[in-house]
């Protein structure tokens, strides 16, 4: 398996978890049956995908990659789609999430096996 073909599996694992987080946000606490249901199968799909990823990537590099961009992205789902704010602090902080996966999978060579 190359490296873009894992790499692309833990995408797919990161993007579900993101769905799913948004569904989760949208279910209101559970009382909303289409976003509570929405939030199971892309948690499910997520959570294949990142152990599907787990036989190429030690675990603590893969899911340092997965909450990491899973925090960047839903921060941005959260602002774009429901109007969250993000002040200053907050933008600095998930930039030194992108620089430190960056950091993980340009300097390391913990990241594939």
């Known amino acids: 398996m190359n490296l ?6 833990l995408v797919v694992a990161i993007v579900f ?13 559970f ?20 152990s599907w ?3 190429f990537v030690p675990v603590g ?5 997965w909450s ?3 925090i960047v992205l839903i921060s941005l789902v959260g ?9 200053p602090a ?5 930039g030194l999430i992108i620089a430190g996966v960056v950091v993980l999978n340009v300097f390391s060579k913990s990241t594939f096996h």
């Open 4 to 9: 873009t073909a894992v790499y692309s599996v």
């Open 17 to 29: 978890e993101v769905l799913g987080t948004s569904a989760m946000q949208a279910a209101q606490h």
């Open 31 to 50: 009382t909303r049956l289409v976003p509570t249901a929405t939030m199971v199968v892309c948690y499910a799909i997520a959570f294949y995908f990142l």
């Open 53 to 55: 990823s787990l036989r």
């Open 61 to 65: 590099i893969a899911y340092a990659i």
């Open 68 to 70: 990491g961009l899973g």
């Open 79 to 87: 602002y774009f789609v429901f109007g969250q704010k993000l002040d």
């Open 90 to 94: 907050a933008i600095l902080g998930l």
